[in-house]
Structure formats: structure tokens, C-alpha cells
């Protein structure tokens, strides 16, 4: 089976840092995604992790371990747009295995 | 680019109704789509790939024959929800892959359908 886990629910205070994590069990593995999803709306890409390491776009960055499983987003700068859930999906073969999602409210 | 438009947005309907939802790539050729249903506080989860020109494959647990898939083209895919009860009302969100692309690209989502069956 697919197993992804990730916190329900984050706060964090606006031009600070936070980091989501996320861990993953998977009986293939191709890749880790990270989207961001907005209540009622489709899910948008913001980074993605094949090899081991980070990766950086812009406030976002990723990071991987595959051999811990692991992975996780970090937010940096925080404004307040970015309240929204954040989902980890593990891509096995050509199908992603989504986490139940991390709510990140940003108070100002 | 790689745009998904899904159709429709919101739909109510009766207990018993069979609902058709589109999903289109507007600018890109996709020869594998991908269906999800996310119910309230919940993740996506995934139902079926809509390969085009041959049979879905489904989730374990998704019954195929209520879940009707067509990927009838390289820019289409469609799912019906047959004989829709009050327990299918979830959001339903596909996802489309450029063809040629890696199977480690990212795929590129709708805007999603909400379906209410009363």
C-alpha cells in the first residue's frame, strides 16, 4: 500500500519561516510533489524532488531524503495569500499518492 | 501553457442522475489523464488513469461501472457518474500529463467540478 503523512494543521506568524513535513511509504517511488491547495480549488504545482537534496524556486524550496522517506516544504517570507493547504504527493510510476494535506494559517 | 479546463464547475442534480464531466487539455496533447475525488478535509484520492484509446485503469475500491471513463481523444477525457446517490457528492479534480513528458513531471490539474446529488 501507499502510505503519506503529513501534519493536519500549521500557524505560523506572516514574514516568518515554516516548514512543512512529510513523510511517505511507498512500494515504487518516481518523485515527491508538493502542491498547494485552496479551499474549493484545483491544486497548483510549487516544486518537485527526484534526487536527494534541495531544491529552491523562489520562497519555496524542497527537500528529500529517499532514504529516510522524507521530504519537506519550506515557505519563506511568509504573506498572509499563502494561508492555503499544502499537499505532499508521492509519485509511483506514472500515479501520485497524495497526503491528506497541511492547513498553514498565516496571522499577520 | 498546459492548460486543464474541466466542465462543468458545479452541478446539482437528482438522486438517480448520471452526470458527465469533461476534462480538456487546451494546449497540450495528453495521452494519460487522471481522475481524483477529494471529499471535505480529505485528500485527493485517486480513482482511475484514462489512457486514451484503451480501457481506464481503476483504483482498488472504485467501481469501474459506476464510474464510467472515456479518453476518447488526446485533449479528452470524460467521466459519468452514473446513477449518482447522495454518497458520490465529493469534488472531482483530474490532472493531465504533456505527452512525451517523464513520468516524473509534474501533472497539471482542473479547476475541479463540485457535484451535489440531492
Known amino acids: 500500500g501507499q502510505n503519506i503523512d503529513q501534519p493536519t494543521e500549521m500557524t505560523a506568524t506572516e514574514g516568518a519561516i515554516v516548514q512543512i513535513n512529510c513523510t511517505y511509504q511507498t512500494s515504487g517511488f518516481n518523485g515527491l510533489f508538493w502542491y498547494q491547495q485552496h479551499a474549493g480549488e484545483a491544486p497548483t504545482f510549487l516544486s518537485y524532488n527526484v534526487l536527494d537534496g534541495l531544491e529552491e524556486k523562489g520562497r519555496f524550496s524542497s527537500f528529500l531524503s529517499r532514504s529516510k522517506g522524507y521530504s519537506y516544504l519550506l515557505l519563506k517570507e511568509l504573506q498572509m495569500k499563502d494561508s492555503a493547504s499544502y499537499l505532499c504527493a508521492a509519485l509511483n510510476f506514472n500515479k501520485f499518492y497524495f497526503g491528506s494535506g497541511t492547513k498553514l494559517n498565516v496571522k499577520p | 501553457g498546459a492548460v486543464v479546463s474541466q466542465h462543468p464547475s458545479w452541478v446539482i442534480c437528482k438522486s438517480g442522475t448520471s452526470v458527465k464531466i469533461e476534462c480538456r487539455s487546451l494546449?497540450?496533447?495528453?495521452?494519460?489523464m487522471f481522475w481524483y475525488r477529494q471529499f471535505p478535509k480529505q485528500s485527493l484520492m485517486l480513482m482511475a488513469t484514462s489512457n486514451e484509446g484503451s480501457k481506464a485503469t481503476y483504483e482498488q475500491g472504485v467501481e469501474k461501472d459506476k464510474f464510467l471513463i472515456n479518453h476518447a481523444s488526446l485533449t479528452l477525457s470524460t467521466l459519468t457518474v452514473t446513477s449518482a446517490h447522495p454518497e458520490d457528492s465529493s469534488f472531482y479534480i483530474c490532472s493531465a500529463r504533456v505527452r512525451g513528458a517523464g513520468v516524473n513531471q509534474p501533472q497539471h490539474f482542473g479547476d475541479g467540478t463540485r457535484l451535489s446529488i440531492l
Open positions: 494546449d497540450f496533447q495528453a495521452t494519460t
